[in-house]
């Protein structure tokens, strides 16, 4: 399934309309939108276009299951996305705290390295955005492996690329190049958005494989992986999220009356480590 991970929410919801039914056209069959407050994905929700925990999903989930998240209004599903972008890591932890009680998915953008790292380091964070040059520069090996370590992708955004002329053009296909050489694509996860408000300039997700295949040398299977494997991983988490069946990686549930020595324990979540 091809997703694009990053679609502008507008409050203008025949426009909005427009754009998810171009990326259907385009070869899309799921869209995340990126929401940039709480406000907004209230705003969504009261429209109407927004399915939450849909009463016909059959156990155990799949990424067909997306499909049951799709309104009668649009021709693709959508999840909802808030992209937090904190001044330091103070603000960070107190946005991550009221986002993660709606259930959607968490990405963060921010230039400050101390506050990238401390989302790296944070399970509620999805999402780690390098979808603008500023933010590129900031990702540090330090960074990066944290990025990693936690299993978070890589937001990326090639449309510019299409539309960028001479200079400006070399200039961003230099600093991704940068980038795959120090987040590998074939170790680090990356997903892809468009990012676009305008819906004639986004392009199907064929055309982004070729871009990475031709321009950054990587191979079509990994290219495939970017735009559709990672963006439906993606897609589980905030399903099981919304379903609440979401635990953080590392985590299991103990059965108390398969384990006669926990019964004093009042706590049914264990991680991994504590039991080594």
């Known amino acids: 399934m091809y997703i694009d991970c990053s679609i502008p929410w507008g409050p203008d919801q025949q426009h909005f309309k427009e754009r998810i039914e171009f990326l259907y056209r385009n070869g899309y069959q799921g869209a995340i939108v990126d929401l940039r407050s709480i406000n907004e994905y209230r705003q969504l929700c009261k429209s109407g276009l927004l399915k ?17 998240y799709r309104s009668e209004s649009l021709p693709i599903p959508i999840a909802p996305k808030i992209t937090l972008s904190p ?19 968490v990405e963060v953008e921010s230039d400050d390295k101390n506050t990238l790292e401390v989302a790296a380091r944070d399970g509620r964070v999805d999402i780690i955005s390098a979808k603008k040059l500023k933010l590129q520069k900031s990702l540090t090996k ?9 299993e ?34 074939n170790t680090h996860k990356y997903i892809f958005g468009t990012c676009m ?3 004639w ?11 990475l295949h031709s321009l950054f040398e990587i ?3 990994w290219a ?26 590392g985590t299991e549930i103990v059965d108390k009356k398969n384990n006669p020595d926990e019964k004093s324990n009042p706590n049914t979540l264990k991680s991994k480590e504590d039991q080594l």
């Open 152 to 185: 978070n992708p890589i937001l990326i955004n090639l449309t510019h690329l299409i539309y960028e002329k001479g200079f400006h053009r070399s200039r961003k296909m230099r600093e991704f190049y940068k980038l795959f050489k120090r987040a590998k694509w």
């Open 87 to 105: 001044k330091n890591a103070h603000q960070l932890k107190r946005k991550l705290g009221l986002c993660i009680k709606e259930k959607v998915l």
């Open 201 to 211: 300039k986004i392009r199907g997700p064929k055309e982004h494989i070729a871009l």
């Open 197 to 199: 408000k305008d819906p």
């Open 52 to 68: 939450r925990r849909p009463c016909e999903i059959e156990f155990p989930i799949s990424i067909k299951t997306f499909s049951e």
């Open 219 to 221: 191979p079509e299977y």
């Open 142 to 150: 330090g960074i990066i492996s944290l990025i990693k370590q936690n």
């Open 224 to 249: 495939k992986q970017i735009i559709r494997k990672n963006g439906e991983e993606l897609i589980m988490r905030y399903m099981k999220r919304d379903l609440g069946l979401f635990i953080e990686s």
